[in-house]
């Protein structure tokens, strides 16, 4: 959506705005996904988005860089940032759910082991985690890859290392206390 078709004072429901005007803020609020804010140095057209491991599956990155090509931005113009979100060691999966991600968002398959050994538990040494069979999801490194995949330079890409669901006094988190608030994030044109 771009950002002049959202009302002013309203929120918009929607994963992604672009700015089609100078002197925009786009604004998003997050707990556990990551906001990523893209901007074009040269035109300072600039996009945010909510995305997480269902927008990362539905390839939003994607979908959003197709939207800069149209402005026929260069990709040695593109920055991009990624904020604060739920780190791998806090977002914990099923084994069918880190599958399913990994063949949609990465186009990879992998496969699982049926013994339990230590090796096999990579991501956790925790018998909580061994007993539930769960798994560590890395959303911030699998955006970082997506956007390596659309000929984004690593050096025009920053990356948060903080986590919502850790840093409890700083952040809301849906998967730490099921809260419905949320921290807003914006970007300016």
């Given amino acids: ?7 002013k004072g309203t929120k ?3 994963d992604g705005l672009v700015g089609n005007k100078c002197s925009q803020n786009l604004w998003v609020y997050t707990a556990d996904c990551m906001p990523i804010f893209f901007a074009d140095k040269r035109t300072r057209t600039v ?9 990362l599956e539905k390839k939003i990155i994607k979908n959003l860089v197709k939207i800069f090509d149209t402005f026929g931005t260069s990709r040695d113009d593109l920055l991009v940032g990624i904020g604060p979100a739920i780190s791998k060691e806090h977002y914990l999966v099923d ?7 990994y063949r949609k968002a990465e186009n990879k398959n992998i496969t ?11 991501f956790s040494d925790s018998n909580h985690f061994r007993e539930q069979n769960l798994n560590q999801l890395d959303l ?4 970082y890859r997506q956007l390596l995949n659309e000929n984004i330079s690593h050096t025009n890409i920053d990356i948060s290392n903080l986590c919502t669901y850790k840093f409890n006094n700083e952040f809301y988190s849906w998967r730490r206390s099921k809260t419905m608030s949320r921290q807003w994030n914006l970007i300016c044109s």
């Fill in 140 to 143: 911030k490194r699998s955006a």
């Fill in 95 to 101: 084994k069918v759910t880190l599958k399913e991600f």
């Fill in 47 to 55: 996009a945010s988005l909510h995305c997480g491991r269902k927008g």
């Fill in 12 to 14: 918009t429901d929607a």
């Fill in 112 to 122: 699982f082991k049926l013994t339990k050994t230590k090796k096999d538990l990579c």
């Fill in 1 to 7: 959506m771009f950002g002049s078709h959202s009302q």
